[in-house]
C-alpha cells in the first residue's frame, strides 16, 4: 500500500517507503495550476493507451549509460548521462520522444528517461538486489511456497493505477505536477509499486510481494533522489483462516500481520527492540508503522495496515480481509551496509561495486572518496508558483549526481511582500575532484536556467 504519511519525515535516516509527498502547493504554469491544464480539452489520446496492454509490459533491454556529446568545457568533463533513444517493453519498443516530449502535462526530464530499464532490485550482486533477494529468503523460509513475486513491472502506469485504484483523493497533493513524473494527463511514472495492487488482486493472487523502481520529484539530500526502489506485500485471508480463532477478521488480519513483519525485522536487524506506532493512511485502517531501536535511536522501517475494504471489494475479493506492507529499500540498505549517500547506489565505479556479493547481507561499506565539497550559494525574489521540487530538477538536469544537497539557508520577505530565497548548493563527485572551472560553469548554467524557467528575480 502507499503508506504516505501527511508530515514530512526529517531524519536523514528515515528515507520514505511509501508516498510521502511534499506538502508544497500545486505547481502553477502561467497563472494555471497543472491539474487545470491535465482536465482541459487536452484532444491527443493518452499515451498510456497507445501501448497494447502497457501497465503489464516489463522492461527486456537496460539503457546505455555513456555520455552525451554534451559536455563542459573544462580538462576533467563531466558529461550528463545520456539513455538510449528507445527502450523495449515486454517486444514493443517505445522512443525517448514517447516518455519525454514537448507536452503541457509532461515533465519527465533526460535524467529521468535514464534511469528507466536499470533495474537495480534485479542485480544480485548490488546492495539493493541482495537485500531484495534477503526478504525473500525471509518469506520463504516461514512461508514456503505461499507468496508469489512480482519484479519486473513497468514502472509506467496509468493515473488509475498509481492513485485511483489505491483511494488516493482526487484533489490530494501526490497527485500535483509538483510531486510526480507526467508522461501524459493519464500515464505517470508510478509512485510506489502499489499501481499493480490492484491488477494482481483482481488476476487472483492473494499473497504477493512486488518490488521495482518509482519516480518522485523531491528535495536534494543524501537520503533523497527521484529514483528509489521500494517492496510491497500483500496477504490475502479468507473466513476459513480467521473463523477458528476467535478473532474478528480485522485483529486476525492485524495479529497476522505484526507478527509476520516483527520476524522479518528480527531477520534483517537482529534482536532488535521494537515498537508499533498508530498511524493514518486512507487506504488501510487500522494502519500502523513499525519502528526499531538501532544504534541508539528509533528508526521508522517500513509503513503497512489492514486493508480497506473498498480495495478488496473493487477488485473481486469478496468475504475477505488482507494486511499490506511496503518499504523503501535504499533507506534500510543504507542502514545494513552502512550507505552514507544515496547517489552511490546508481555508481559504477569498482571501488562501490567490488564491495559486495551475492548473498553477503550487511556487508558494511568502506568509504572510498574524501573529495571536498564546493558551495555555491544563489539568492533571488520567488513568485507564486515557486516550488522548492522545480529548482531542484532545474539543477539535477544540469549538474547531475554532481550535486550533493540543495539546502534553504536564508528567507526573508521585504516591506513590499516580495520574499527572498536564498539556497546552498552542494557539488561534490564520489569519484574524483571537481576543477573551480566546471563548478563555475555548472553554477552560471543553473543561475540561467533558474531565472528562465522559474521566472524569478535574481539577487
Not at 134 to 157: H, L, R, W
Not at 208 to 222: H, Q
Request: glycine share 4%.
Amino acid at each position: 500500500m502507499p503508506f504516505f504519511p501527511f508530515k514530512r519525515i526529517e531524519s536523514k535516516l528515515t528515507y520514505p517507503c511509501f508516498l510521502l509527498f511534499t506538502k508544497s502547493s500545486i505547481l502553477k504554469t502561467e497563472n494555471r495550476s497543472f491539474m487545470a491544464v491535465v482536465s482541459s480539452a487536452h484532444s491527443s489520446t493518452s499515451f498510456f493507451h497507445h501501448i497494447n496492454a502497457f501497465k503489464r509490459l516489463t522492461f527486456c533491454l537496460p539503457f546505455s549509460s555513456s555520455s552525451s556529446s554534451a559536455s563542459l568545457s573544462t580538462k576533467k568533463n563531466w558529461r550528463q548521462p545520456m539513455a538510449s533513444s528507445v527502450l523495449e517493453l515486454g517486444g514493443i519498443k517505445i522512443a525517448k520522444d514517447d516518455v519525454v516530449r514537448d507536452d503541457p502535462t509532461n515533465n519527465v526530464p533526460d535524467t529521468i528517461f535514464s534511469k528507466l530499464g536499470m533495474r537495480l532490485h534485479r542485480r544480485n550482486n548490488h546492495p539493493l538486489g541482495i537485500l531484495k533477494n534477503g526478504i525473500y529468503e525471509y518469506f520463504n523460509t516461514n512461508y514456503p511456497n505461499m507468496f508469489d513475486k512480482f519484479d519486473e513491472f513497468s514502472p509506467i502506469v496509468s493515473v488509475k493505477q498509481n492513485f485511483d485504484d489505491v483511494l488516493v483523493p482526487a484533489d490530494h497533493v501526490s497527485r500535483s505536477y509538483n510531486d510526480t513524473y507526467y508522461v501524459d494527463s493519464q500515464t505517470v511514472l508510478r509512485c510506489h509499486t502499489s499501481a499493480h495492487q490492484a491488477e494482481l488482486l483482481r488476476r487472483g493472487h492473494t499473497h504477493f510481494l512486488v518490488t521495482g523502481d518509482v519516480y518522485r520529484r523531491d528535495s536534494i539530500d543524501s537520503t533523497h533522489y527521484p529514483v528509489f526502489h521500494q517492496m510491497e506485500g500483500v496477504r490475502v485471508f479468507t473466513p476459513k483462516n480467521w473463523e477458528a480463532s476467535g478473532l474478528d477478521p480485522t485483529s486476525y488480519a492485524a495479529e497476522d500481520l505484526k507478527k509476520s513483519l516483527e520476524g522479518l525485522a528480527r531477520y534483517l536487524f537482529g534482536a532488535v527492540e521494537m515498537r508499533w506506532i498508530d498511524a493514518y493512511f486512507p487506504f488501510t485502517n487500522p494502519s500502523y508503522e513499525l519502528e526499531i531501536y538501532f544504534k541508539e535511536k528509533w528508526m521508522e522501517v517500513l509503513g503497512c495496515g489492514v486493508m480497506e475494504q473498498e480495495i478488496l471489494k473493487s477488485n473481486g475479493r469478496l468475504n475477505s480481509v488482507a494486511w499490506a506492507f511496503g518499504l523503501g529499500l535504499e533507506r534500510l540498505a543504507m542502514v545494513l551496509f552502512d550507505i552514507p549517500d544515496i547517489r552511490l547506489f546508481w555508481s559504477n565505479d569498482e571501488r562501490f561495486t567490488s564491495q559486495f556479493s551475492k548473498g553477503q547481507m550487511g556487508v558494511k561499506f568502506k568509504p572510498f572518496s574524501k573529495y571536498p565539497p564546493c558551495y555555491k550559494d544563489m539568492s533571488f525574489w520567488i513568485n507564486e508558483s515557486f516550488t522548492e521540487n522545480n529548482l531542484c530538477e532545474i539543477i539535477r538536469g544540469i549538474a547531475g549526481d554532481l550535486v550533493e544537497e540543495v539546502s534553504l539557508i536564508d528567507n526573508f520577505t521585504n516591506k513590499k511582500g516580495m520574499t527572498s530565497h536564498c539556497y546552498r548548493i552542494a557539488y561534490r563527485s564520489m569519484e574524483r575532484s571537481l576543477t573551480d572551472e566546471e563548478i563555475n560553469e555548472l553554477q552560471w548554467n543553473v543561475r540561467e536556467q533558474v531565472q528562465n524557467k522559474l521566472n524569478v528575480v535574481l539577487r
